[in-house]
T-cell receptor, first 114, second 113 residues
């Protein structure tokens, strides 16, 4: 399909382990966002990539969280030394950038930290 | 930064009735206000949006109104159908496409057949 693809769809890990979440945006989309959705909560902004500009990391909750985007396409969100409060759905979205504001979301990765 | 508050958190209506969801925002420079619908197990999907130079926008059974003075905007769904059941999120941004959206906490709408 031509939508935003996220993997894995579900991830169960033990407290203290590192995890990597992957996002494949829609081909040609220059903007990519990561959001976190805790149970029954809204979408919390984490990080935003736009083309070759420096990413907006203002939403990352701690230095255990980092993200990169290679070649302007695929992005990986890494959480080091996971804690139970990191359990949430991690959503990735992309848009064509510029002044086009419509976000296309993936189905998310459900992360459970035991 | 921007803060968006949304209410109610849950809303139950009978099929055919109207549903209204309200949001307030804090940043007077915000100029773009989208609404997203999230069905179970899926990512949110844009259903309608409005810019600050417009007071109202309609798309079939869905309409959004904006009051810039009061800094609030609302989603109106008329003639609700069971397939409208989902979680709805409002959002705001001061520089659409160049800054991330700030989302409200969501409203779970249930349409009873």
């Amino acid at each position: 399909g031509a939508g935003v693809s996220q993997s894995p769809s579900n991830k169960v890990t033990e407290k203290g382990k590192d995890v990597e979440l992957r996002c494949d945006p829609i081909s040609g989309h220059t903007a990519l966002y990561w959001y976190r959705q805790s149970l029954g909560q809204g979408l919390e902004f984490l990080i935003y990539f736009q083309g070759n500009s420096a990413p907006d990391k203002s939403g990352l909750p701690s230095d255990r969280f980092s993200a990169e985007r290679t070649g302007g396409s695929v992005s990986t969100l890494t959480i080091q030394r996971t804690q139970q409060e990191d359990s949430a759905v991690y959503l990735c979205a992309s848009s064509s950038g510029g002044t086009n504001e419509k976000l296309f979301f993936g189905s998310g990765t459900q992360l459970s930290v035991l | 930064g921007e803060n968006v508050e949304q209410h109610p958190s849950t809303l139950s209506v009978q099929e055919g009735d109207s549903a209204v969801i309200k949001c307030t925002y804090s940043d007077s420079a915000s100029n773009y206000f989208p609404w997203y619908k999230q069905e179970l197990g899926k990512g949110p999907q844009l259903i309608i949006d409005i810019r600050s130079n417009v007071g109202e926008k309609k798309d079939q059974r869905i309409a959004v109104t904006l009051n810039k003075t009061a800094k609030h905007f609302s989603l109106h769904i008329t003639e609700t159908q069971p397939e409208d059941s989902a979680v709805y999120f409002c959002a705001a941004s001061r520089e659409a496409g160049r800054r991330a959206l700030t989302f409200g906490s969501g409203t779970r709408l249930q349409v009873q057949p």
